[in-house]
């Protein structure tokens, strides 16, 4: 599968000093990258919170190209710009318009990409990129893109000039469809690819967005690295981006709660019954000439989760959709229905949910991180005082509860994906 990603934006950073520009600009440790090695990194506020997600990709000991989300390119530049003093020796160059860019998607991806003598070598792992001669020995820049997360394929091509000749090329090859927007966006969807304007907004911030992999607290001082610290440090990640599979279409906006005890989701409304007016109906007492029923005997409102940012249908029928959870709301509600926590997966996984009137579960997504890369951050203190306490005398029963706890959320998922299936929306 292929798509043009040219509407993806594109900086070029030139000069001795354009790793370290990055370095105090963003959130990964970029400064020891080589020529030819990539880095996904984050442009947070002063506070944290998300402006885009990037790619860092070093050309040479001094060019760095940085691939953007669509029409990020304007504030990522002024914001670098602003930063840049005449001794920083780097110079930022908006290089959208001047070049264009196409991702080969998915398993085959490498093997259209050796087909086309883009890639030689035995081994083009994540994270890796290389200059190549491609189309009428046009200058290509071949990376491979983590766009979908480490375990799908992605081999993006950056150039100078249109596609034209590179896209004829492509198109005699029986394996590589075109993608289109639609599809691209139904595949950031199902990865849980976070996005400008619905995950990275000002009303998160990077940890709470599984962005865990791009992120250094022990790197040195930048823009909102005091907050993030704090953050991981005390604790204090009040909500997390999880993916939802629905019975039917939802909307960004709509609200997420918690679905009636035993599964029972009928009385929520039907489809397309916004969860605040499921709420509002509910709260108020009812009452009759015979029987007064005060509000302490009114059937609570459900818990709101969260919120919806991003929905979508995929080609094969399943409806999904990224929302940002409440932390502990949806662990006491995961504890409650009995399945796992499963906070190393972001969210409680299996968890019942009912999203905008239509019954959800709470899915696995590939793309978001919950744990920092080796050495990127200082354990909590929690965690520090768990490491220098003796283990437990009863560490194997306690390790065997919790590998129960995902068994069952892994089996709640199964079954709910089946239902799904018999009912002729699943995949």
Known sequence: ????????????????????????????????????????????????????????????????????????????????????????????????????????????????????GLVTGPDFEPGSSHASRWAGDRSVRVVRDPLLGRATPVVTLVCVGPLGDAMALLSGDQRCLPAGEGLLRAALLVAGR????????????????????????????????????KVHSKGLVKQRLVGLEARGPVRAGDAVVVAAAGGETASLGGAG??????????????????????????????????????????????????????????????????????????????????????????????FPTWGFAPGAAPAPAQAQAAAAAPAPADGGAEAERRAAKRAAAQAAIEAWQAQQRAAGQGP
């Open 194 to 229: 976070p996005l400008p304007g619905a995950e990275l907004t000002p009303e998160a911030n990077a940890l709470e967005a599984g962005l865990y992999h791009a992120v250094s607290l022990g790197k040195g001082c930048y823009m909102g690295q005091e907050t993030l610290s």
């Open 1 to 116: 599968m292929r798509d043009s990603r040219s509407q993806w934006g594109r900086l070029r950073l030139v000069g001795p000093g354009a790793l370290p520009l990055l370095q105090g600009q963003s959130t990964a440790d970029v400064i020891n990258l080589r020529p030819g090695q990539c880095c996904e990194t984050v442009f947070v506020t002063a506070t944290g919170r998300t402006v885009d997600l990037a790619l860092v990709v070093v050309e040479s000991e001094e060019s760095v190209l940085l691939l953007l989300s669509p029409g990020m390119q304007g504030p990522v530049y002024d914001r670098l710009d602003r930063h840049i003093f005449p001794s920083d020796k780097v110079s930022v160059e908006d290089v959208t318009s001047a070049t264009s860019m196409l991702s080969l998607l998915g398993p085959g991806a490498l093997g259209i990409a050796r087909s086309q």
């Open 273 to 366: 019954a916004s969860a605040d007016a499921v709420s509002q109906s509910t709260a108020a007492p009812m009452t009759s000439p015979a029987v007064s029923i005060t509000s302490s005997d009114t059937p609570a409102p459900p818990a709101r989760l969260g919120t919806v940012t991003s929905a979508g249908t995929t080609p094969a029928g399943r409806h999904l959709a990224l929302a940002f959870l409440r932390t502990r709301a949806a662990q006491a509600a995961a504890l409650e229905q009995g399945v796992g926590a499963g906070t190393d997966a972001g969210g409680p996984l299996g968890l019942r949910v009912v999203v905008g009137g239509v019954p959800a579960i709470v899915a696995p997504l590939a």
